[in-house]
């Protein structure tokens, strides 16, 4: 993804080891050591790969101005009848926007109102579209079915790199009974 990460950003989205940050320090030195890991500031990438600290920089830029048009967008969500939490997911989460990215959100909604406040999202999605944006209703589940089906990596990521915008009761709510998620990202 062109995205070399800091020491804190590979320690919390390691892959199915849990290990103490002195360890993970010390692992970087010695892959760093051996030439199969380029340190460029604070950022790790692979060898050769030295030029995606430019473009993350860059990416940065770029999600830094399209941060107030996601709140633009999250907070009509939220306003929406039966929407009980919005976040923002994808790369904007990551704060890695390339030209042509899109603004991902996970919508939680009151009971049995999912396909209602799907079709508000989309009507939301389509005032974006003229102004020049792509919104993304990807995610809408039911306050009272909070546990994602899917477990696997990407859901998993998804739930951990979401940044929540309203609904932070049932963000917290979402959090614990996806539990699961710790098995793929235990830091």
Known sequence: FDYPLRVAEIHRYLIGVSLAKGELNATLDSLFAAGLLARIGEHYALPGREGTVATRAWRQRRSTRAWPRAMHYGRLIASLPFVRMVAVTGELAMDNVDV????????????GRVWTSRLLAVAVARYARPRGDVV????????????????????????????????????????????????????
């Open 100 to 111: 042509g990215s899109d603004i991902d959100f996970f919508i939680v909604t009151a009971e």
């Open 136 to 187: 993304c209703p990807n995610y809408l589940l039911a306050s009272n079915a909070l546990e994602l089906t899917e477990r696997n990596l990407y859901s998993a990521h998804e739930v951990a790199q979401m940044v929540p915008l309203h609904g932070l009761d049932i963000y917290r709510d979402l959090r614990e009974r996806n539990g699961w998620v710790l098995d793929y990202l235990p830091n």
